[in-house]
């Protein structure tokens, strides 16, 4: 990431690095010509306009010096005049057509790599984070640099360019007083803007942060729709986000009124300078040393400006807030992936799928381990399910085994590998996992099926569907397999999502399972059908189960119960409940339950 301001902020160092590259982009001949055409046009544009003023003179003068001359010559000069105006609009629109890819491609490219690098994140940062509040300030981010793009290349240099041209023409053909006014209101203007938008800067920046808590709590209410209505808080929700729209709608208040002074003082430096410069023609024209001609010129001249110098100010004053919309994205840019691939990683090898943990340790907090010292062996092709209370570590061994997290000591291997010194990329490749709480995407309930595997044909969704005990099920909706799911699945009930989750896993046909509490949503008719389908899905892979309900485990190979990130206990479902240790108080107290109800 190029260097910021010394207060951490994006500053105008940083704006010239951040979009040098898309101006010029290194692979891209066909952006790069339409860079080099964008800016022949909008020089053309520029030196046309310096024209105007005199045909415009011209006219006048004409027109002033007799009838006789003007019925000839102000019409070709009219015609002229037209045709400058013409031409100068014809040059500006064919810029604004011809440079349209490269800022829609600029904005294209940030929006991909942003969207990346929030995959590298670390899944703490996701957990910490507001979606909303996340959209948000890309939207706001990419729409900046897509207007940044086409402000500084052909607003500043352009306008730079024009107002040293009308000061040499001004120099060249009045006397020094109309160059020097001129100047001075484009040196005060300029002063002015800059000072006035450094202070409402700030203003900006305040409703920049109140408007991401709006979008944050708007959709954080919206995704938690359920719990909303079953604890009747719409009136609460409602209440918090009037009182975020109420901050909102105080520092939008201020930065419009803020805006509003900006504007009067630029203005008003304007109107002083057009006054001055008039007030010295009118002079020179009593003086019989300018034409009524050179009085329109003087005053196109300065009118013709007065829109650069206007667009000067927007420029840099939308630049300025463009910066500050930039400033929560590029700090979304500069938080490093807290996992990264070792530059030396090699794809995972393929093998049969043994995992080890070897005296791991790891905790979300330094102050408190989760695990210590933790060991725990899943030879290949076997099923080995983990049991304990909630806070035991059990969802910790899937997100280490994930790499989600980097252990702090000890290492994770898998046929011999440590998971640090292969691709992320291959390992989880390798690696397939039903969650407790599926999420779904707001796409089709076969979509979310052919997710396992993008690409699968038709009948290998169909039959990941059917041993998942859930073909049926979709075959029977109104709308087949075409079903929307609703956001994050809400239209589905959780045993239907775990089944999606289910078929998912199945058609991308991992070499290791892991089924976190994967039938805890399934009534028990349904669950006992689909356990058969697990056992055939589990044979002779390595498979993690976490379980809860111990009915489903008592087939696995081995059964280690978690204790404060230990293992307590370990063996068969028989052996365990042979030495009536704590699985078989657990065992014992899940028979009672079910005999109860």
């Not at 940030?110 to 929030?118: C, E, Q, T």
């Not at 590298?120 to 996701?126: A, C, N, R, S, T």
């Not at 019989?288 to 001609?293: E, K, L, N």
């Not at 059990?394 to 994930?402: G, H």
Request: proline share 3%; net charge neutral; glycine share 8%.
């Amino acid at each position: 990431m190029a260097s910021k301001a010394a207060d951490g902020r994006p500053g105008w160092s940083w704006l010239v690095r951040t979009v040098a590259p898309a101006l010029w982009p290194a692979d891209g001949a066909g952006l790069r010509a339409r860079v080099v055409t964008a800016l022949l046009l909008v020089l053309g544009a520029k030196l046309v306009a310096v024209q105007i003023p005199f045909f415009y003179k011209a006219v006048v003068d004409g027109l002033d010096a007799g009838a006789n001359q003007a019925a000839t010559l102000p019409v070709a000069v009219l015609l002229a005049y037209g045709g400058a105006r013409l031409a100068s609009s014809l040059f500006t629109n064919l810029r604004e057509a011809v440079f349209a890819r490269v800022a829609q491609r600029a904005g294209r490219s940030l929006s991909l790599r942003v969207f990346r690098h929030l995959f590298e994140l670390p899944l703490q940062f996701h957990l910490e984070r507001r979606t909303g509040e996340l959209s948000r300030a890309i939207s706001r981010g990419v729409q900046a640099m897509t207007f940044l793009l086409g402000m500084v290349l052909f607003n500043l240099a352009p306008t730079a360019f024009e107002f040293l041209l009308v000061i040499g023409i001004l120099l060249w053909n009045y006397h020094w007083s109309f160059a020097l006014i001129t100047a001075a209101t484009i040196v005060g203007y300029a002063v002015f803007t800059v000072v006035a938008t450094e202070w409402r800067t700030a203003f900006r920046r305040e409703m920049n942060a109140r408007d991401n808590d709006v979008a944050g709590r708007s959709v954080d209410g919206l995704l938690n729709y359920e719990t909303v209505k079953t604890f009747t808080n719409e009136a609460y929700e409602a209440e918090r986000l009037d009182r975020a729209l109420g901050e909102y709608e105080d520092a939008a208040v201020r930065s419009q009124t803020s805006l509003a002074a900006l504007n009067f003082g630029q203005q008003a430096i304007v109107a002083l300078g057009v006054t001055a410069l008039m007030f010295n023609a009118a002079l020179g024209v009593v003086a019989g040393t300018m034409t009524v001609g050179d009085v329109v010129l003087v005053n196109a001249f300065i009118l013709q400006l007065y829109q650069p110098l206007n667009i000067l100010g927007f420029v840099y004053r939308e630049v300025k807030q463009s910066l500050a919309d930039l400033e929560h994205l590029t700090g979304l840019l500069d938080v490093a992936p807290a996992v990264a691939d070792a530059p030396d990683a090699q794809p995972l090898r393929e093998g049969p799928g043994h995992v080890r943990f070897e005296q791991v340790r790891f905790g979300y907090d330094p102050r408190r381990p989760i695990l210590d010292g933790f060991d725990l062996d899943l030879p290949a092709g076997r099923t080995l399910a983990v049991v304990g209370g909630t806070g035991a570590g059990k969802s910790t061994l899937v997100r280490l085994l994930c790499r989600f997290y980097d252990v702090e000591a000890g290492r994770i291997a898998i046929d011999g590998q440590d998971v640090r010194a292969v691709t992320q990329a291959s390992l989880r490749g390798a690696i397939g996992v039903v969650p407790q709480d599926t999420v779904l995407f707001n796409d089709t309930i076969g979509a979310n099926i052919a997710y396992g595997r993008p690409g699968a044909a038709p009948a290998e969704i169909e039959r990941a569907a059917a041993t998942a005990q859930i073909k049926g099920f979709i075959e029977g909706l109104p709308d087949g397999w075409d079903t929307l799911v609703g956001e994050r699945g809400l239209k589905l009930s959780g045993g239907e999502k775990q089944r999606v989750a289910i078929a998912r896993m199945v058609l991308k046909d991992p070499r290791i399972l892991v089924l976190d509490e994967a039938t805890s949503a399934l009534d028990t008719v349904t669950e006992r059908a689909l356990q058969t389908a697990i056992r055939q899905i589990t044979r002779d892979r390595t498979s993690l189960v976490i379980a809860h309900r111990l009915s489903t485990i008592v087939d696995a190979d081995r059964i280690v119960v978690m204790e404060n990130g230990r293992v307590v206990e370990a063996g068969t479902h028989a052996q365990l409940l042979a030495q009536g240790g704590r699985y078989a108080h657990l065992w014992n107290d899940q028979q009672a339950e079910v005999a109860a109800s």
